[in-house]
């Protein structure tokens, strides 16, 4: 049996909105670079405890609905109390199965953006997880992925479970999308801007006209 991994370790959620990670990833210097004008659906995969969530609305237009997936309900539970208490309309965060490729319910809209902050380098094949979520991704739309550089820092994860920009600009590569903006970070992350590349928008419509079955004249 495998050990409780390092992201369900009470001691991580706790770091998760310290003044720690804050030091490393502080969000404003990331969310002002983006450009958020023509987000009107945005999707925070692996949303944790909330450390971005009252902070997307500083920037997302008025209209915006902020929708958040975690596979830990411990979680959601701490994100729906910040919704109360910071009164953040349109937020809605939902449990999402941990799988090695996830999908994303089929009742939530299409997205114009997915932001996915430490949470693909959790992931066995990072390639396998972007294919899954990007099926709820219009062909369209941005994937901002946030992670770890593979150095050594002065808080978070151990050296082992994390993913250099080099060996993740290859899992982006598999996955059938392309870098189309890189963020001015520190050394210990990286931020990417992606979207998809041909074979993958032609994969979407694939899927989408299997879904909607036999047409009918």
Not at 33 to 49: C, H, P, S, T, Y
Not at 134 to 142: C, H, P
Not at 157 to 182: C, H, I, N, T, W
Request: one cysteine or more; proline letters at 6%.
């Amino acid at each position: 049996m495998r050990g409780t991994a390092y992201y369900e370790e009470p001691e991580y959620h706790a770091y998760l909105l310290s003044r720690e990670r804050r030091d490393l990833f502080p969000p404003a210097a990331l969310l002002a670079q983006i450009k958020w004008d023509a987000v009107r659906e945005l999707l925070d995969f692996g949303m944790g405890n909330g450390y971005y969530t009252p902070h997307f609305y500083k920037y997302v237009p008025a209209e915006c609905n902020v929708w958040g997936a975690e596979c830990q309900e411990a979680l959601i539970d701490q994100v729906l109390q910040l919704k109360v208490k910071e009164g953040l309309e349109r937020l809605i965060p939902f449990f999402l199965e941990r799988t090695e490729h996830p999908l994303l319910p089929d009742w939530i809209p299409d997205m114009d953006m997915i932001f996915c902050s430490c949470v693909l380098s959790t992931f066995a094949d990072p390639a396998l997880a972007i294919k899954g979520i990007g099926r709820a991704m219009k062909n369209e739309g941005r994937l901002i992925l946030v992670d770890w550089e593979k150095v050594e820092a002065p808080s978070g994860p151990e050296l082992q479970q994390k993913v250099s920009r080099d060996r993740m600009l290859f899992f982006v590569e598999d996955a059938g999308y392309r870098v189309v903006r890189q963020f001015k970070t520190n050394p210990y992350y990286y931020a990417l801007e992606l979207e998809k590349g041909e074979a993958a928008r032609e994969e979407r419509d694939r899927l989408a006209r299997l879904e909607q079955g036999p047409q009918s004249y």
